[in-house]
């Protein structure tokens, strides 16, 4: 892996997906929330793509092409969800959408 | 080839901070779509070249681009204009556009160098390796990929249609036919 160190790519990673989990806590809105979601995506991609580099397998390029397909479908589906929301309730503050009480 | 990494890990942490810290959900993405793009060039350095072609077509090209679509979408408004105004402004660009200025320097260097380990890392995956092992072992796996991106088009296409409100009940029979 000409001169990365593994631990070094693995922190990045880690860092990634910790900014990604306080991204989805800390934001209110719903966008901000599905953007946190791709952050942490990426972050388990960059994980797989180093695991695969440092044993010269093609899997983890393979899994982060799953993890691709995932993150499309997810963000499709999730972006229509938050268009009907927004139509029905003129908001995308989640403390204001609690039909649910939850 | 270290330094080329952590100067990339370290856009890479700054924009993912910014996104998570931008009030505009514009500027958000515009930081989101820098990190994407560090963390191309970082596939690209750990001889994931594949995949870092992937993130840049379909992260930052494809998945960006629905996003920004949405924030449009949800922003029609009167006040849509002075917005607009409002966000092209050179501060609102600047921070992006230096951050990939940095890394648009970058791949000119990894480009012009003539030192092998830069384009072609020891232990690289080819493209042809991970396209054998995708359609042989892996068959199963792209099948039900296929199945989940059909499935969420038609999840999609369901959600997001816009039901006609009818207010007179005897009406109600023939608009939803």
């Known amino acids: 892996m000409n001169g990365i160190s593994i631990n070094m790519v693995m922190l990045l990673a880690a860092i990634l997906f910790v900014l990604g989990i306080v991204g989805v806590i800390i934001r209110k809105n719903i966008i901000f929330m599905l953007l946190s979601v791709e952050i942490m995506l990426n972050a388990a991609g960059l994980a797989f793509i180093v695991a695969g580099a440092k044993w010269a397998q093609p899997d983890g390029q393979i899994m982060f092409i799953f993890i691709l397909a995932m993150a499309a479908a997810e963000v499709s589906v999730g972006l229509a969800l938050i268009l009907q929301v927004y139509h029905q309730h003129k908001s995308l503050d989640i403390d204001k959408l609690r039909e649910m009480r939850g | ?177």
């Not at chain 2, 191309?40 to 994931?48: C, Q, S, V």
């Not at chain 2, 993130?55 to 009167?78: D, T």
């Not at chain 2, 296929?146 to 969420?152: E, K, P, S, T, V």
């Not at chain 2, 088009?153 to 249609?161: C, F, L, T």
Request: proline share 4%.
């Open chain 2, 1 to 177: 080839m270290e330094i080329a990494f952590y100067i990339t890990a370290f856009i890479t942490i700054v924009s993912t901070l910014l996104v998570i810290t931008r009030h505009n959900p514009v500027h958000a993405l515009l930081y989101l779509v820098v990190s994407l793009l560090s963390l191309a060039l970082i596939f690209f350095m750990l001889g994931a070249a594949f995949a870092a072609l992937l993130e840049v077509i379909i992260y930052a090209g494809a998945i960006m681009v629905l996003f920004i679509f949405v924030i449009m979408l949800l922003n029609l408004g009167k006040e849509t204009a002075e917005q607009e105004k409002k966000w092209l402004r050179p501060k609102v660009w600047v921070g992006p556009a230096i951050l990939s200025l940095v890394l648009f320097a970058e791949l000119c260097f990894l480009i012009n160098t003539d030192d092998p380990a830069f384009y072609k890392p020891e232990n690289a995956v080819e493209p042809k390796v991970v396209a054998i092992s995708l359609f042989q072992p892996y068959v199963i796996a792209v099948e039900l990929a296929a199945m989940l991106l059909m499935a969420g088009v038609v999840g999609a296409a369901h959600i997001g249609q816009h039901k006609k409100m009818v207010h007179h009940r005897f009406l109600k029979e023939e608009e939803l036919s």
